[in-house]
Protein backbone atom coordinates (compact mmCIF):
# COMPACT_ATOMS: atom_id res chain seq x y z
CA UNK A 1 0.00 0.00 0.00
CA UNK A 2 1.21 3.27 -1.08
CA UNK A 3 1.42 6.73 1.32
CA UNK A 4 -1.14 8.00 -0.55
CA UNK A 5 -3.53 4.70 -0.15
CA UNK A 6 -2.66 4.96 3.42
CA UNK A 7 -3.63 8.60 4.10
CA UNK A 8 -7.36 7.49 2.16
CA UNK A 9 -7.81 4.85 4.31
CA UNK A 10 -6.86 6.71 7.57
CA UNK A 11 -9.84 8.91 7.01
CA UNK A 12 -12.37 6.22 7.49
CA UNK A 13 -13.35 5.81 11.32
CA UNK A 14 -10.23 4.27 13.65
CA UNK A 15 -11.59 1.94 16.04
CA UNK A 16 -11.28 2.14 19.61
CA UNK A 17 -11.32 -1.36 21.61
CA UNK A 18 -12.41 -0.42 25.91
CA UNK A 19 -11.33 -3.27 28.40
CA UNK A 20 -13.04 -2.72 32.23
CA UNK A 21 -15.10 -5.13 34.39
CA UNK A 22 -17.34 -2.29 35.17
CA UNK A 23 -20.38 -1.80 32.81
CA UNK A 24 -21.03 1.93 33.96
CA UNK A 25 -17.80 2.91 32.81
CA UNK A 26 -17.54 1.16 28.97
CA UNK A 27 -21.17 2.70 28.34
CA UNK A 28 -19.71 6.14 29.77
CA UNK A 29 -16.67 6.24 27.64
CA UNK A 30 -18.58 4.53 24.65
CA UNK A 31 -21.10 7.68 24.52
CA UNK A 32 -17.80 9.97 24.93
CA UNK A 33 -16.05 8.45 22.04
CA UNK A 34 -18.89 6.68 19.31
CA UNK A 35 -19.02 9.81 17.19
CA UNK A 36 -15.60 10.21 16.16
CA UNK A 37 -14.62 6.41 16.58
CA UNK A 38 -15.97 3.07 16.19
CA UNK A 39 -15.88 1.98 19.96
CA UNK A 40 -16.06 -1.67 20.95
CA UNK A 41 -15.99 -2.71 24.64
CA UNK A 42 -15.10 -6.25 26.54
CA UNK A 43 -15.44 -6.83 30.02
CA UNK A 44 -12.86 -9.38 30.31
CA UNK A 45 -9.58 -9.83 29.22
CA UNK A 46 -9.98 -12.98 27.48
CA UNK A 47 -13.15 -11.21 25.27
CA UNK A 48 -10.75 -8.61 24.64
CA UNK A 49 -8.38 -11.22 23.30
CA UNK A 50 -11.14 -12.82 21.52
CA UNK A 51 -11.92 -9.02 19.54
CA UNK A 52 -8.45 -8.52 18.75
CA UNK A 53 -8.63 -11.92 16.92
CA UNK A 54 -11.44 -10.77 14.63
CA UNK A 55 -11.48 -7.21 14.36
CA UNK A 56 -8.85 -4.49 13.08
CA UNK A 57 -8.38 -2.02 16.06
CA UNK A 58 -6.10 0.80 16.41
CA UNK A 59 -6.14 1.65 20.02
CA UNK A 60 -6.85 -0.38 23.45
CA UNK A 61 -7.60 1.30 26.63
CA UNK A 62 -7.76 -0.93 29.73
CA UNK A 63 -8.68 -0.83 33.35
CA UNK A 64 -5.84 -1.94 35.59
CA UNK A 65 -7.81 -3.54 37.87
CA UNK A 66 -9.87 -6.23 36.52
CA UNK A 67 -10.39 -10.02 37.90
CA UNK A 68 -8.71 -12.60 36.06
CA UNK A 69 -6.50 -10.88 34.00
CA UNK A 70 -5.33 -7.63 35.13
CA UNK A 71 -4.84 -4.46 32.80
CA UNK A 72 -1.13 -4.85 32.65
CA UNK A 73 -1.32 -8.57 31.26
CA UNK A 74 -3.89 -7.87 28.79
CA UNK A 75 -1.80 -4.99 27.34
CA UNK A 76 1.32 -7.08 27.14
CA UNK A 77 -0.51 -10.42 25.00
CA UNK A 78 -2.02 -6.85 22.74
CA UNK A 79 1.83 -6.09 22.21
CA UNK A 80 2.61 -9.69 21.30
CA UNK A 81 -0.43 -10.41 18.88
CA UNK A 82 -1.10 -6.71 17.48
CA UNK A 83 2.42 -5.06 18.15
CA UNK A 84 0.99 -1.91 15.93
CA UNK A 85 -2.19 -1.27 17.78
CA UNK A 86 -1.47 1.42 20.67
CA UNK A 87 -1.90 0.30 24.16
CA UNK A 88 -3.15 2.91 27.09
CA UNK A 89 -4.09 1.82 30.72
CA UNK A 90 -6.50 2.84 33.30
CA UNK A 91 -4.70 3.07 36.77
CA UNK A 92 -5.52 4.81 39.74
CA UNK A 93 -2.84 7.29 41.74
CA UNK A 94 -2.08 4.48 44.22
CA UNK A 95 -1.29 2.07 41.10
CA UNK A 96 2.35 3.35 40.69
CA UNK A 97 3.77 -0.18 40.75
CA UNK A 98 1.09 -0.90 37.38
CA UNK A 99 2.00 2.16 35.95
CA UNK A 100 5.33 0.82 36.20
CA UNK A 101 4.56 -2.87 34.96
CA UNK A 102 2.44 -1.42 32.28
CA UNK A 103 5.29 0.76 30.43
CA UNK A 104 8.11 -2.03 30.89
CA UNK A 105 5.85 -4.93 30.06
CA UNK A 106 2.57 -3.93 27.92
CA UNK A 107 4.65 -0.82 26.80
CA UNK A 108 1.99 1.58 27.15
CA UNK A 109 1.56 5.05 24.96
CA UNK A 110 0.83 6.37 27.76
CA UNK A 111 -1.32 5.89 31.10
CA UNK A 112 -4.84 7.84 32.21
CA UNK A 113 -5.36 8.46 35.44
CA UNK A 114 -9.11 7.57 37.01
CA UNK A 115 -11.00 9.35 37.47
CA UNK A 116 -10.32 10.65 34.32
CA UNK A 117 -10.85 13.87 32.38
CA UNK A 118 -12.85 14.09 29.19
CA UNK A 119 -11.15 16.69 27.74
CA UNK A 120 -7.94 15.14 28.23
CA UNK A 121 -8.75 11.77 27.66
CA UNK A 122 -9.82 12.99 24.22
CA UNK A 123 -6.11 14.50 23.45
CA UNK A 124 -4.67 11.37 24.80
CA UNK A 125 -6.14 9.36 22.20
CA UNK A 126 -5.51 11.77 19.28
CA UNK A 127 -2.25 12.08 20.17
CA UNK A 128 -1.48 7.83 20.19
CA UNK A 129 -3.28 7.48 17.15
CA UNK A 130 -1.14 10.42 15.95
CA UNK A 131 1.87 8.42 16.77
CA UNK A 132 0.44 5.16 15.70
CA UNK A 133 0.22 6.78 12.19
CA UNK A 134 3.74 7.69 12.54
CA UNK A 135 5.15 4.85 13.29
CA UNK A 136 3.21 3.59 10.69
CA UNK A 137 4.23 6.12 8.09
CA UNK A 138 8.04 5.57 9.07
CA UNK A 139 7.85 1.75 8.42
CA UNK A 140 6.09 2.09 5.06
CA UNK A 141 8.48 4.79 3.87
CA UNK A 142 11.24 2.41 5.02
CA UNK A 143 9.62 -0.61 3.06
CA UNK A 144 8.79 2.24 0.20
CA UNK A 145 13.11 3.32 0.60
CA UNK A 146 13.85 -0.67 -0.09
CA UNK A 147 12.12 -1.45 -2.97
CA UNK A 148 13.05 2.01 -4.77
CA UNK A 149 16.95 0.60 -3.62
CA UNK A 150 16.03 -3.13 -5.05
CA UNK A 151 14.45 -1.86 -8.34
CA UNK A 152 17.69 1.19 -8.28
CA UNK A 153 20.07 -2.45 -8.10
CA UNK A 154 18.25 -4.12 -11.01
CA UNK A 155 18.46 -1.43 -13.06
CA UNK A 156 22.08 -0.70 -12.19
CA UNK A 157 22.37 -4.06 -12.99
CA UNK A 158 20.59 -4.49 -16.61
CA UNK A 159 22.31 -0.88 -17.23
CA UNK A 160 25.97 -2.63 -16.23
CA UNK A 161 24.84 -5.32 -18.59
CA UNK A 162 23.73 -3.50 -21.70
CA UNK A 163 26.95 -1.20 -21.08
CA UNK A 164 29.21 -4.18 -21.33
CA UNK A 165 27.52 -5.13 -24.49
CA UNK A 166 27.71 -2.12 -26.46
CA UNK A 167 31.38 -1.73 -25.45
CA UNK A 168 31.84 -5.27 -26.63
CA UNK A 169 30.21 -3.97 -29.70
CA UNK A 170 32.18 -1.26 -29.97
CA UNK A 171 35.38 -3.13 -29.73
CA UNK A 172 34.37 -5.30 -31.82
CA UNK A 173 33.69 -2.80 -34.60
CA UNK A 174 37.11 -0.74 -33.53
CA UNK A 175 39.06 -3.90 -34.66
CA UNK A 176 37.64 -4.17 -37.87
CA UNK A 177 38.08 -0.55 -38.34
CA UNK A 178 41.44 -1.25 -37.39
CA UNK A 179 42.11 -4.17 -39.64
CA UNK A 180 41.01 -2.49 -42.59
CA UNK A 181 42.92 0.32 -41.85
CA UNK A 182 46.29 -1.54 -41.63
CA UNK A 183 45.27 -4.31 -44.44
CA UNK A 184 44.86 -0.48 -46.56
CA UNK A 185 48.51 0.40 -45.38
CA UNK A 186 49.62 -3.02 -45.93
CA UNK A 187 48.15 -3.13 -49.78
CA UNK A 188 49.79 0.31 -50.33
CA UNK A 189 53.39 -0.80 -49.20
CA UNK A 190 53.30 -4.09 -51.41
CA UNK A 191 51.80 -1.82 -54.43
CA UNK A 192 55.06 0.40 -53.94
CA UNK A 193 57.57 -2.54 -53.36
CA UNK A 194 55.89 -3.92 -56.85
CA UNK A 195 56.67 -1.15 -58.80
CA UNK A 196 60.67 -1.38 -57.93
CA UNK A 197 63.27 -2.23 -59.85
CA UNK A 198 66.17 -4.36 -58.72
CA UNK A 199 68.54 -1.73 -58.16
CA UNK A 200 65.89 -0.56 -55.31
CA UNK A 201 67.08 -2.52 -52.96
CA UNK A 202 67.11 -0.05 -49.49
CA UNK A 203 63.80 1.25 -50.53
CA UNK A 204 62.37 -1.92 -50.25
CA UNK A 205 64.09 -2.96 -47.29
CA UNK A 206 62.04 0.31 -45.60
CA UNK A 207 58.96 -0.41 -47.37
CA UNK A 208 59.44 -4.62 -46.09
CA UNK A 209 59.87 -2.42 -41.96
CA UNK A 210 57.26 -0.57 -42.41
CA UNK A 211 54.54 -3.72 -43.21
CA UNK A 212 56.34 -5.52 -40.15
CA UNK A 213 55.31 -2.41 -38.21
CA UNK A 214 52.00 -2.61 -39.56
CA UNK A 215 51.62 -6.18 -39.39
CA UNK A 216 53.08 -5.93 -35.20
CA UNK A 217 50.41 -2.98 -34.44
CA UNK A 218 47.32 -5.43 -36.10
CA UNK A 219 48.42 -8.72 -33.62
CA UNK A 220 49.29 -6.01 -30.64
CA UNK A 221 45.82 -4.22 -30.38
CA UNK A 222 44.03 -7.12 -31.87
CA UNK A 223 45.23 -9.13 -28.31
CA UNK A 224 45.92 -6.26 -26.39
CA UNK A 225 49.75 -7.21 -25.80
CA UNK A 226 52.85 -5.49 -24.12
CA UNK A 227 54.80 -2.99 -26.37
CA UNK A 228 58.13 -4.16 -25.94
CA UNK A 229 60.33 -1.67 -25.01
CA UNK A 230 64.19 -1.94 -25.88
CA UNK A 231 66.02 1.56 -25.71
CA UNK A 232 69.79 1.63 -26.80
CA UNK A 233 72.30 4.54 -27.80
CA UNK A 234 70.63 5.80 -30.95
CA UNK A 235 71.43 8.78 -33.45
CA UNK A 236 67.93 10.18 -33.62
CA UNK A 237 68.64 11.59 -36.77
CA UNK A 238 69.01 8.52 -38.57
CA UNK A 239 65.78 7.81 -37.45
CA UNK A 240 64.41 10.58 -38.82
CA UNK A 241 66.16 10.59 -42.36
CA UNK A 242 65.25 6.53 -42.29
CA UNK A 243 61.24 7.42 -42.09
CA UNK A 244 61.81 10.78 -44.09
CA UNK A 245 62.94 8.46 -47.07
CA UNK A 246 60.69 5.70 -46.48
CA UNK A 247 57.59 8.05 -46.66
CA UNK A 248 58.77 9.54 -50.44
CA UNK A 249 57.60 6.28 -51.49
CA UNK A 250 54.43 6.03 -49.61
CA UNK A 251 51.64 7.32 -52.15
CA UNK A 252 49.86 9.15 -49.32
CA UNK A 253 53.37 11.99 -49.87
CA UNK A 254 52.78 11.85 -53.40
CA UNK A 255 53.42 15.77 -53.86
CA UNK A 256 53.65 16.84 -50.47
CA UNK A 257 57.54 18.45 -49.44
CA UNK A 258 59.60 16.83 -46.61
CA UNK A 259 61.88 19.11 -45.26
CA UNK A 260 64.28 18.18 -42.23
CA UNK A 261 65.38 21.26 -39.67
CA UNK A 262 68.09 19.69 -37.31
CA UNK A 263 70.41 21.69 -34.84
CA UNK A 264 72.33 20.23 -32.30
CA UNK A 265 72.38 16.60 -32.05
CA UNK A 266 73.90 13.54 -30.27
CA UNK A 267 72.96 10.03 -29.37
CA UNK A 268 70.87 9.32 -26.65
CA UNK A 269 69.07 6.08 -25.53
CA UNK A 270 65.73 5.50 -27.71
CA UNK A 271 63.80 2.56 -29.27
CA UNK A 272 64.40 2.55 -33.15
CA UNK A 273 61.61 0.77 -34.35
CA UNK A 274 58.91 2.41 -31.58
CA UNK A 275 60.56 5.87 -32.59
CA UNK A 276 60.16 5.04 -36.79
CA UNK A 277 56.52 3.93 -35.69
CA UNK A 278 55.83 7.43 -34.15
CA UNK A 279 57.54 9.10 -36.52
CA UNK A 280 55.52 7.14 -39.37
CA UNK A 281 52.59 8.31 -37.63
CA UNK A 282 52.93 11.75 -37.00
CA UNK A 283 53.86 12.38 -40.89
CA UNK A 284 51.42 10.17 -42.29
CA UNK A 285 48.98 12.85 -40.31
CA UNK A 286 50.27 15.62 -41.19
CA UNK A 287 50.29 14.63 -44.98
CA UNK A 288 46.55 13.43 -45.07
CA UNK A 289 45.70 16.75 -43.20
CA UNK A 290 47.73 18.78 -46.14
CA UNK A 291 46.62 19.43 -49.66
CA UNK A 292 48.82 18.07 -52.53
CA UNK A 293 51.10 20.71 -53.14
CA UNK A 294 51.87 21.56 -49.24
CA UNK A 295 54.60 20.70 -47.15
CA UNK A 296 55.55 19.39 -43.97
CA UNK A 297 58.84 20.06 -41.56
CA UNK A 298 60.55 18.11 -39.23
CA UNK A 299 62.67 19.28 -36.72
CA UNK A 300 65.05 17.71 -34.97
CA UNK A 301 67.45 18.94 -32.24
CA UNK A 302 68.62 17.45 -28.75
CA UNK A 303 69.92 20.08 -26.02
CA UNK A 304 68.60 19.55 -22.57
CA UNK A 305 66.02 16.91 -24.14
CA UNK A 306 65.28 15.59 -27.48
CA UNK A 307 63.11 17.82 -29.16
CA UNK A 308 61.35 16.32 -32.32
CA UNK A 309 58.38 18.66 -33.71
CA UNK A 310 56.20 18.02 -36.95
CA UNK A 311 54.64 20.96 -38.91
CA UNK A 312 52.13 21.16 -41.35
CA UNK A 313 50.12 23.69 -42.62
CA UNK A 314 46.75 21.81 -43.69
CA UNK A 315 43.27 21.79 -42.39
CA UNK A 316 44.19 21.83 -38.46
CA UNK A 317 42.78 20.10 -35.58
CA UNK A 318 39.18 21.54 -34.47
CA UNK A 319 39.15 23.14 -30.93
CA UNK A 320 36.78 20.17 -29.12
CA UNK A 321 39.29 17.50 -30.61
CA UNK A 322 42.70 19.26 -29.31
CA UNK A 323 42.04 17.83 -25.33
CA UNK A 324 41.25 14.02 -26.65
CA UNK A 325 43.15 13.89 -29.54
CA UNK A 326 45.79 10.94 -28.35
CA UNK A 327 43.12 8.78 -26.53
CA UNK A 328 41.75 6.06 -28.34
CA UNK A 329 39.59 6.06 -31.73
CA UNK A 330 39.31 9.82 -31.51
CA UNK A 331 40.27 10.83 -34.76
CA UNK A 332 40.15 14.03 -37.02
CA UNK A 333 40.54 11.83 -39.91
CA UNK A 334 36.96 10.35 -41.06
CA UNK A 335 38.72 7.70 -42.53
CA UNK A 336 41.06 7.13 -40.02
CA UNK A 337 40.76 4.38 -37.05
CA UNK A 338 41.74 7.18 -34.00
CA UNK A 339 44.88 4.62 -33.02
CA UNK A 340 47.83 6.30 -34.34
CA UNK A 341 48.26 9.30 -32.26
CA UNK A 342 47.09 6.90 -28.72
CA UNK A 343 50.15 4.70 -29.91
CA UNK A 344 52.05 7.67 -30.28
CA UNK A 345 51.41 8.85 -26.65
CA UNK A 346 52.13 5.32 -25.68
CA UNK A 347 55.92 5.47 -27.15
CA UNK A 348 56.35 9.02 -26.09
CA UNK A 349 54.98 7.92 -22.50
CA UNK A 350 57.77 4.75 -22.54
CA UNK A 351 60.49 7.22 -23.36
CA UNK A 352 59.42 8.91 -20.49
CA UNK A 353 58.72 12.07 -22.59
CA UNK A 354 55.47 14.09 -23.20
CA UNK A 355 53.98 14.92 -26.54
CA UNK A 356 51.20 17.99 -27.56
CA UNK A 357 49.61 19.60 -30.24
CA UNK A 358 49.21 23.04 -31.01
CA UNK A 359 47.85 25.14 -33.65
CA UNK A 360 50.66 26.33 -36.50
CA UNK A 361 51.03 30.07 -37.23
CA UNK A 362 48.72 30.50 -40.78
CA UNK A 363 46.94 27.27 -40.35
CA UNK A 364 47.63 23.86 -39.38
CA UNK A 365 49.33 21.90 -36.33
CA UNK A 366 52.51 21.38 -35.01
CA UNK A 367 53.00 18.32 -32.78
CA UNK A 368 55.80 18.56 -30.50
CA UNK A 369 57.41 15.72 -28.54
CA UNK A 370 60.43 16.03 -25.87
CA UNK A 371 61.97 13.00 -24.28
CA UNK A 372 64.40 13.88 -21.92
CA UNK A 373 68.66 12.47 -22.08
CA UNK A 374 68.36 10.80 -18.58
CA UNK A 375 65.40 7.98 -18.50
CA UNK A 376 65.26 6.56 -14.93
CA UNK A 377 64.04 2.47 -15.17
CA UNK A 378 61.64 2.49 -18.48
CA UNK A 379 58.94 0.03 -18.38
CA UNK A 380 56.93 -0.79 -21.10
CA UNK A 381 53.03 0.20 -21.75
CA UNK A 382 50.15 -1.93 -22.70
CA UNK A 383 48.43 -0.93 -26.06
CA UNK A 384 44.78 -0.18 -24.94
CA UNK A 385 42.59 -2.89 -25.83
Known sequence: MTSREKSAERQMKRTILLVDDEVDILETMSILLEEEYKVLTAERGDQAMGLLESEPVDLVIADQRMPGMP???LLARVREMRP?????ILT???DFDAMLMAINEGRVYRYIIKPWDEKDMRVTIRQALEWKDLQADQGLLAAEIAEANRA??????ELEQANETIMR???LAAVGRFAAEMTHEMNNHVQIIQGYNESSARSIEEQAKLLVWIASDIRDFALGATMSFSPRLTDPLEIVENVIRACKHHPIFLGIGLQLEKGKLEPLRLDPRQMKHLLFNLLKNAAKASSPDGGIVVRLEVDNEL???VIDHGVGISTGLKSKIFEPFITNDHDGTGLGLSICRQVVQMHKGTIDCEDTPG???TFTIRIPKSQDDPTAS???A
Open 152 to 157: LTRRNR
Open 84 to 88: ETVRL
Open 307 to 309: LIQ
Open 382 to 384: VLP
Open 169 to 171: QEK
Open 71 to 73: GVE
Open 363 to 365: GGT
Open 92 to 94: GYT
